[in-house]
């Protein structure tokens, strides 16, 4: 049984193309000194793999910036603005990536969206009238060419036109039945291409088969394949999905002429399934992706040859794949020097997913395949205990009734409760959290873990700046305060830290979009909450006011949606158990005297599953409830708020109500307003915050725009039920700009109010 990967993480095991990159931004090294780290790494890559024993080793999963953009290069899809530019081909292609602004003009970058289920971003090609399609890049043949310099005859992999011309945005009248013809060419070419260089294979990904299609988008997927497939140029052809299961095309897939197909045995619920009942075509090679490209943690053995026993009643060659491209993990556990052995050996990252596709192999090659050393090793893995098992908070979890979901009393009598409790203006106005984070902050942050200032020294810094942030709203005269999160790096690595149950990396990163890398913390056991992590900041910031200071924590969601979740433990029990820690602070805090707390929710809707039909079922059913369980606790009196970090939630718009908040505030003016006009026909109940500027830009909003804006929302929100808050937290900014924006913020609240309401 052969082996294969999807793609590998290209950003550099230490980040090494991020870093180059960005010094190239700065000018601070030319275009070939980059050029140089992108081939070192790839050169690491190839060599990594072949080592391993991998037999099909991906070229072309190298990009500088995204494999979108890299396939609008391609095939020639570079707007005139980019064009027009006159800029080197590497410096035309980050415009693209990232906007460009200098002596050549002034333009915006392509549109970024999120990849799939995941936490990668990608560019989105622009199509407009003038657009035609045609093979102009050459980096394919480029990369394959250089692996082959380099003793190594690679699989190139390639965004395939279907899933091109689906996330493709169309801003002229043409749509993407337009653009078929010339696509159809522009693969035939690129076949025709690597195979005249000497390539056997070519993996073309189409992940957008396992979303739900309509007849048209068969019809469109169909006619393509059709097509290409027709001439291949003496090449065979992998059609590779992930991310999820087929259904909706898996006979179309077996019928066209595709010498190899890639399913997704990890995340495509019924991948097994159709296999079993439709069978599968026996001249073709089916490519099982059974190791996790997503998660961190080891392959189950067992459970995998007993996938692949399944699939070889119905399969005729069978090749050993990733369910998705590993760039999704981090490089190599080599990198964790401090993560003690007893947690290493229950993870793989890129690196070790290697190995395990090569154990897996040699398993599968033995006559007597469970009694191999590797195979009783791993099972014996994952027999042993692992600790972070805590009984206690598996008992919480499972003796959760029905009650403990619900706040009572109702909305409408919290309301009135709460309107009598604060007295607060019509309008009344607030932030997000956050305050800007300068350098000095973070540099505090750092001498502090680093153990060269003490914790009293620590503190007495923070304290200066709660002080001084507190002093700012109040003189900006905000109604509703926060304490700033100046002690926070982030909003999820800070509860995780705080958390028990919860393991740290020093080197995981993961690529997020460009040169953009995070560090997901791990789920590791049980999660509790080991102390109080936010009362002690929130209380003092608390004694300097009269006005209200919201206590500011992570939901439950956003967390789990941010980490890399356990595999032994549902979603929903995870999130739960999450649940219950940040309920345990919420009271706390309201014990200790703060009146209004806010649970952001900034990452709720990221993990809606890729199918509609799943909602429900898969995610909001545990989702919607565990926030509802941060929260149910408290009085009437106290005020709960949520933030959401985008305001594209028209089709949830019931679930985000049933989050049972008392106010929401989210992300809105950079949409145009028109889920304002969802909330009105809802009749939503809860009182809401949509921001009225965009604190992603360092422009300052002039208080006609304010009022502009909020006399928008006055048309279809009840005043009494708006509140008035930028877009999102302000830790981005500096106060160069923060400070006017608030008070013309302040001060357009103020002219409305006196407009006779
Ligand atoms: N409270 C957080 C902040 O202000 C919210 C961040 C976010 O929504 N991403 O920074
Ligand atoms: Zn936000």
């Known amino acids: 049984m052969k082996t294969s990967i999807i793609g590998y993480p290209r950003i550099g095991s230490l980040r090494e193309l991020k870093f180059a990159s960005e010094k190239y931004f700065r000018n601070e090294i030319a275009a070939d000194a980059l050029q140089k780290t992108a081939k070192k790494l790839r050169l690491e890559n190839l060599t990594v793999q072949r080592e391993s024993g991998l037999d099909f080793i991906p ?18 899809a570079v707007p005139d603005r980019y064009r027009n530019l006159d800029l080197s081909e590497l410096d035309t292609y980050f415009a693209m990536a990232r906007g460009y602004q ?25 199509m407009d009238d003038h657009t035609e399609i045609k093979l102009t890049g050459s980096k394919p043949f480029a990369l394959f060419t250089e692996a082959m310099e380099n003793g190594i005859k690679t699989k190139p992999v390639l965004i395939g036109p279907y899933t091109f011309l689906k996330l493709a945005k169309y801003t002229g009248e043409k749509a993407a039945a337009d653009f078929v013809f010339p696509i159809i060419a522009a693969y035939g070419e690129i076949l025709k291409q690597l195979s005249g260089l000497g390539a056997e294979w070519v993996q073309l990904d189409e992940p957008c088969l396992v979303l739900d299609m309509t007849a048209e988008d068969k019809a469109l997927f169909i006619q393509l394949y059709e097509k290409i497939l027709a001439e291949k140029h003496g090449i065979k052809v992998l059609l590779q999905t992930y991310f999820g299961d087929v259904r909706d095309c898996y006979s179309e897939l077996c019928t066209l002429d595709f010498d190899g197909i890639g399913l997704d045995f990890v995340e495509g619920k019924q991948s097994l399934t159709l296999v079993q009942q439709n069978g ?5 090679a089916l490519f099982a992706g059974v190791v996790n490209g997503k998660n961190i943690w080891r392959n189950h053995y067992s459970h995998t040859l007993l996938t692949i026993s399944e699939l070889q009643k119905h399969c005729g060659e069978i090749v050993l794949n990733t369910s998705c491209s590993l760039l999704h993990v981090p490089y190599t556990l080599k990198n964790e020097t401090k993560l003690a052995d007893s947690y290493q050996k229950h993870f ?23 009694e191999t050393e590797e195979y009783q090793h791993n099972l014996y893995l994952f027999m042993e205990p692992r600790g972070g098992s805590n009984p206690e908070v598996q008992k919480k979890v499972a003796v959760l009734s029905e009650q403990d979901f619900v706040r009572l009393p109702v909305f409408a009598e919290r309301e009135k409760i709460q309107k009598e409790r604060f007295k607060l203006p019509i309008l009344p106005t607030t932030t997000i959290g956050s305050f800007p984070q300068t350098a000095e902050v973070r540099a505090n942050r750092a001498a502090f873990r680093k153990g060269e200032i003490t914790e009293t020294q620590y503190e007495t810094y923070m304290k200066e700046k709660i002080a001084e942030c507190v002093k700012l709203q109040e003189t900006i005269g905000l109604d509703v305060l926060v304490h700033g999160e100046f002690e926070r790096n982030d909003m999820v690595e800070y509860f995780g830290e705080c958390l028990d149950g919860y393991l740290f990396t020093e080197k ?11 560090k997901p913390p791990i789920v590791w056991g049980d999660i ?18 009269d006005k209200p200071m919201k206590g500011m924590l992570t939901g439950p969601v956003t967390i789990l949606n941010w980490s890399f979740p356990r595999e032994d433990l549902s979603l929903k029990e995870s999130a739960y158990q999450i649940a219950l820690a940040i309920r345990e602070e919420v009271l706390d805090l309201e014990a200790n005297g703060i009146r209004i707390i806010q649970v952001d929710e900034a990452a709720l809707r990221e993990k809606l599953p890729l199918r509609k039909s799943d909602w429900k079922s898969d995610y909001l059913d545990w989702a919607i409830p565990a926030f509802r369980l941060v929260h149910s606790g408290v009085k009437p009196e106290t005020q709960i708020h949520t933030h959401m970090c985008y ?16 106010v929401i505030t989210f992300e809105a003016s950079r949409s145009d307003l028109s889920i304002l006009d969802v909330l009105k026909e809802n009749h939503f109940r809860t009182e809401v915050g949509p921001g009225v500027y965009d604190i992603h830009s360092p422009r300052v909003p002039s208080k006609e725009e304010i009022k502009t804006a909020l006399h928008k929302m006055l048309e279809r929100i009840p005043v009494e039920k708006l509140w008035v808050n930028p877009d999102c937290g302000l830790k981005t900014r500096g106060n160069a700009e923060t400070v006017p924006s608030l008070e013309n913020l302040v001060n357009a609240v103020k002219e409305i109010r006196n407009e006779n309401f």
């Open 102 to 126: 200098g002596e050549k003009g002034d333009v915006k970058a392509f549109a970024m969206k999120k990849w799939f289920n995941t936490n990668y971003h990608y560019m989105v090609p622009e």
């Open 528 to 545: 509790s909450r080991a102390k109080s992590m936010t009362v002690k900041w929130s209380k003092y910031a608390q004694s300097l006011t």
């Open 59 to 76: 070229s072309n999963d190298f990009s500088f910036y995204d494999g979108m953009l890299d396939t609008a290069v391609l095939l020639n």
């Open 508 to 518: 995981a990163w993961v690529q997020s979009y460009g040169t953009r890398c995070v």
């Open 280 to 284: 599968f075509p026996k001249e073709k």
């Open 647 to 662: 305001s594209e939630f028209a089709d949830i718009i019931k679930e985000i109500d049933d989050m049972d908040a008392d």
């Open 348 to 370: 793989a990252y890129a690196e070790e997913k290697l190995s395990e596709l090569a154990e897996l192999k040699r398993i599968l090659a033995s006559e007597t395949h469970v």
